[in-house]
Nanobody
Framework: QVQLVESGGGLVQAGGSLRLSCAGSGRTFRNYAMGWFLQAPGKEREFVAAIKWNGGLTYYGDSVKGRFTISRDNAKNTMYLQMNSLKPEDTAVYYC????????????????WGQGTQVTVSS
């Protein structure tokens, strides 16, 4: 089992940047593909990005391509999401999750979830 904890959310102006972190517990973190999802108020949870267990491959949702970068450091049991050129529509709770599949872009493909971190982008 993997426990996940997100951090790094906050309030930022449009055009700004944030870096989210997802810290995983346990020695099995490196065995899983990882992903980020977002959920805006009143909307369904939406896929953002995924990364293979060794970091060698990544996959992005269309709305964040070219602006967000997913990465991981297995030595630190941590995954990151660098978010640049943020827009008000990026405002949401961001969740990290672990999957046995790659690429995995749907909620049901993920086994473990964090509690989420709030990102608010002001216009």
């Amino acid at each position: 089992q993997v426990q996940l904890v997100e951090s790094g959310g906050g309030l930022v102006q449009a055009g700004g940047s944030l870096r989210l972190s997802c810290a995983g517990s346990g020695r099995t973190f490196r065995n899983y593909a990882m992903g980020w999802f977002l959920q805006a108020p009143g909307k369904e949870r939406e896929f953002v990005a995924a990364i293979k267990w060794n970091g060698g491959l990544t996959y992005y949702g269309d709305s964040v391509k070219g602006r967000f970068t997913i990465s991981r450091d297995n030595a630190k049991n941590t995954m990151y999401l660098q978010m640049n050129s943020l827009k008000p529509e990026d405002t949401a709770v961001y969740y990290c999750a672990a999957s046995g599949l790659f690429p995995a872009a749907t909620i049901d493909q993920y086994l473990y979830w964090g509690q989420g971190t709030q990102v608010t982008v002001s216009s």
